[in-house]
Each structure stands twice: as structure tokens, then as C-alpha cells.
């Protein structure tokens, strides 16, 4: 399965690299026509991924993502076929779909396959192995457009196409004896559905994955309005925000096998995104190597809390799912992700950019709040059958 997860992510990071130049330079699709689509198809998206979530609990988990694999492969590859904006929009719009529902439904399999308290050790490996893969993936976009541009941005939807192929194939002989049952009922959306205590757990999660935004907006933002910045200074904080993530992910994550653990995680999660936020918004005051440095350590400590956190979402999102309706529980969890990156670029840069040192304050008081906070929910509802199924697995 991890091996299935670097495939996957290779032909992830080929597509994530070249596909706005594909769009734009081979399929002709106007900017202002390419920003509206994708921004439509991620809203569309926190409409539909619980309910068809719901739904393919009607199936195994195994056969779902296979599935899910299979069906992205064929949608993926589409792009090299289609030659009109519509094709574009509806190819986007079920790529889209497909892959918010991809997630929760490895999360829930791997939840069960895997020992309990080896469970976010692997989902680590898994993260660092995804994140490896698409820096592989890239490097070949980069390589093979170099090379031959006209062969090279075609090359970019066949080998994701063939990704989404292979990881399909991978994931046949994977041993799932012992996972939840299909449902086999009519009514799907009948039974449970995530209570006040998990959606409060979703909106915390909103303002920890608020950081992402600080480190892929707020940080090139503020870079760009200083003349006396250092060459070369985004490349280096992302470089270094990957490197963290691949490197330490798995050893961040390897302590957190109880609910305790991963509570106390995300307490000091909170405080490490809001110490390295602080040092960001510090190292504006001065200018030269004194901002580059300032800078630089402040991505370091936001990526050490981004981890932490990561670990201990991992955690914390499945043992307040009941065993049998996982993939809906965690479907609704990642809208959480969907929900941060719909809002989180506008509070990046119309809050902590326009407001300065202020904003980067306000930023780092927002999440000692939420550290704060975080011991005041008990994040174990589960019943005593659900938690003897647990410590049986």
C-alpha cells in the first residue's frame, strides 16, 4: 500500500507541475476560464463527496478504492482526448470529485488493516512516501518539457493516467480480512453520522490547516513586497517546508497510539505553528540576511507543528469514527481541507499581508487559542463495543 501511495503520488505531482501550461498552451482554455473551473468544481465538491461517500459504503473498501483508481485513470487520461471548454469543465469536474473521494476511502482501509498502534506511524511513511513521489513527479515534467515540449506536456496526462493504472494493480493482492462489512441495506444515509463533538473537531482542524495558507500564500506574498529580499528565498522556505515533511514526518509520529497522546500533539502543535508564525512576522522588521534567516526559521517550526498536527489528526479522525462508517466520517473530516483552501488564501492575504507584523501576530494568537482549547474536548465518544472492536484489531 505504500509503494501504491508513491505511484499514485508521482503521477499526482506530473499533473500538479504541467497541467495549468497543458491547459493553457495545448487545450487553449482562457485563464479567467481555468480559475472559475477548478474553483467551481472544489465547491461542488463539499456538496457531494459525504453523500457519494455514503453510498460506496454499499461496496468494500478494497474494491472501492480500486475502483476509484481504475476511474481516475480513465478520467485523467481524457484530458488528452478532449478539445473543447465544456469536455474541459465535465472532465474536471468528475477528476475533481473522484479524487476528494479517493482519500477517505485509503484512510478507512489502511485504518483497518493496520494495527492500532502502528496506524499514524504508517500513515506517516505513507505522507513522506506521497510528498517524495510528487517531487518525482515534477522533476520528470521538468525534465521530459525541457527535452521535447511538444511531446512533453501530452506526457504529463499519460503518466498520471498510467499512475492511477498501476496503483490499481498494486492494490489486488493487498490482504483486507477482517475489514467492515459492505452495507448491505437500501438506505444508505440511514445509521450515524458524525455528532457536534466530531464536526467540532473538523472546524479545529480548519484553523490548525489555516498554516498551509500562511506557507504557500502569506510567505510568498510578503517576500514579493520586500525590495531587499534574498534571491532564490521562496524556493529555499519551500524546499526546506518538503524536506521536513518527507525527513521527519514518520518519526514525529511514531509516539501517538492513544487518544491522550495525540491530544497532547495537537496542544503542541498549536503552540509551534504559532512560535514559528511569530518568527515570521519578527524577521519582518529587519531586512537583508537578518529576514532570510528570520524567515527560514520560522518555516522550520510551522512545518514541525504542521507535522505534528498532521499525526495527530491521523489519529484523532478515526477513533471517533464508528468501525462501519468510516469512509463517511472521514470523507466529512476532509472537508476540512477543502474548507481551509476556499478561505484559507483570503485570510492570508487580505488579513495577515495587509495588516503586517499585525497579521502575522493575530495569526500566532490564533493558534495558541486553538492549542488552547483543544484540552477542553474530550475527543473519545465511542462505545464500549466500538472500543472492544478497536483493541481487538
Not at 13 to 28: E, K, N, T, W
Not at 186 to 203: H, I, K, M, Q, S
Not at 301 to 328: Q, Y
Request: charged share 10%; hydrophobic share 55%; net charge positive.
Amino acid at each position: 500500500m505504500l509503494v501504491t501511495a508513491f505511484v499514485n503520488a508521482a503521477g499526482t505531482g506530473a499533473f500538479m507541475s504541467g497541467s495549468v501550461l497543458y491547459f493553457s498552451l495545448h487545450l487553449h482554455i482562457a485563464g479567467d476560464t481555468l480559475a472559475l473551473t477548478l474553483s467551481a468544481c472544489a465547491l461542488i465538491t463539499l456538496i457531494t463527496t459525504v453523500p457519494i461517500s455514503a453510498f460506496l459504503e454499499r461496496f468494500d473498501l478494497k474494491s472501492t478504492i480500486i475502483f476509484l483508481h481504475i476511474f481516475r485513470g480513465v478520467t485523467y487520461s481524457a484530458y488528452l482526448l478532449i478539445d473543447s471548454v465544456p469536455a474541459f469543465i465535465a472532465v474536471t469536474l468528475v477528476a475533481t470529485i473522484a479524487d476528494r473521494l479517493s482519500n477517505p476511502a485509503s484512510q478507512a482501509l489502511l485504518a483497518a488493516v493496520l494495527p492500532s498502534d502502528r496506524r499514524v506511524e504508517i500513515m506517516a511513511w505513507r505522507y513522506s512516501l506521497q510528498n517524495a513521489g510528487v517531487g518525482l513527479g515534477a522533476v520528470a515534467v521538468a525534465v521530459s518539457i525541457s527535452l521535447n515540449p511538444t511531446f512533453g506536456y501530452p506526457l504529463i496526462m499519460a503518466l498520471n493516467g498510467i499512475s492511477f493504472f498501476a496503483a490499481a494493480i498494486l492494490m489486488v493482492p493487498v490482504d483486507t480480512t477482517g475489514t467492515p462489512a459492505a452495507m448491505k441495506r437500501r438506505n444508505v444515509f440511514a445509521g450515524e453520522w458524525p455528532n457536534p463533538r466530531y464536526l467540532t473537531f473538523v472546524g479545529l482542524s480548519v484553523l490548525f490547516l489555516l498554516s498551509d495558507a500562511l506557507l504557500t500564500v502569506a510567505v510568498p506574498l510578503q517576500v514579493s513586497d520586500r525590495e531587499d529580499v534574498i534571491a532564490g528565498l521562496v524556493g529555499l522556505a519551500f524546499l526546506t517546508n518538503t524536506l521536513i515533511k518527507v525527513v521527519l514526518q514518520p518519526r514525529i509520529s511514531r509516539n501517538i497510539a492513544t487518544t491522550g497522546a495525540a491530544v497532547r500533539a495537537m496542544v503542541q502543535a498549536g503552540f509551534l505553528l504559532a512560535a514559528g508564525t511569530a518568527l515570521i512576522g519578527v524577521s519582518c522588521l529587519f531586512s537583508s540576511w537578518r529576514l532570510g534567516t528570520g524567515m527560514i526559521l520560522g518555516v522550520c517550526v510551522m512545518t514541525l507543528g504542521e507535522t505534528r498536527f498532521l499525526a495527530a489528526s491521523w489519529w484523532i479522525s478515526v477513533e471517533l469514527a464508528p468501525v462501519d462508517k468510516r469512509p463517511r466520517f472521514l470523507a466529512v473530516y476532509s472537508l476540512s481541507a477543502t474548507a481551509e483552501r476556499t478561505v484559507g488564501p483570503l485570510i492570508a492575504s487580505f488579513v495577515v499581508i495587509h495588516f503586517g507584523v499585525a497579521g502575522w501576530a493575530a495569526a500566532a494568537m490564533l493558534f495558541i487559542l486553538c492549542a488552547a482549547v483543544v484540552p477542553a474536548f474530550r475527543f473519545v465518544d465511542r462505545t464500549p463495543s466500538e472500543m472492544s472492536a478497536s483493541s481487538l484489531r
